[in-house]
């Protein structure tokens, strides 16, 4: 599980990666930068993100959509007061910011709301989401006035 919070202009994440009730990792990398200067965060399956880079990276193209796992889902931010939720069919929905997705979603977004950092978020609701926790990284984009359109 993971605990996944952005402004719309930092993109921040917890680093566990759990196998049932295992935790395998606490460093994980979840939130990179695409090569178009947006930036991305996942939750759910580690393999399908390397598939979702790579789709994003290569322009979103329609004839070649990655396979990902059911639990995946990806938030693309690109500066702006909006982000794109993928779900694993790629399905897009634009979405209001501060947004948060994962298990700690209720404690990431109530912590914006009160004014913390998306990194300060995922820390918050690390303290209590149970599936959430080790190395918070983040990335910043640019600001910009006018969201990316989600598609080629």
């Not at 921040?12 to 460093?27: F, S, V």
Request: aromatic share 8%.
């Amino acid at each position: 599980m993971t605990t996944l919070a952005t402004d719309g202009r930092t993109i921040a994440a917890d680093g566990q990666i759990t196998c049932g009730d295992t935790i395998e990792d606490t460093n994980a990398t979840k939130v990179f930068r695409l090569k178009d200067g947006r930036a991305f965060g996942f939750a759910g399956c580690l393999a399908s993100d390397y598939q979702f880079k790579w789709w994003a990276d290569n322009g979103m193209s329609l004839e070649e959509l990655p396979t990902l796992s059911e639990d995946f889902s990806a938030v693309v931010i690109d500066g702006s007061k909006t982000v794109l939720v993928f779900d694993h069919m790629l399905r897009t929905m634009t979405m209001p910011v501060p947004y948060a997705t994962g298990s700690g979603r209720q404690y990431a977004v109530t912590a914006m709301d009160l004014g913390f950092t998306p990194k300060e978020a995922v820390k918050a609701a690390c303290k209590r989401d149970v599936w959430s926790s080790g190395t918070i990284r983040a990335i910043t984009v640019k600001a910009k006035d006018k969201p990316s359109t989600p598609l080629p």
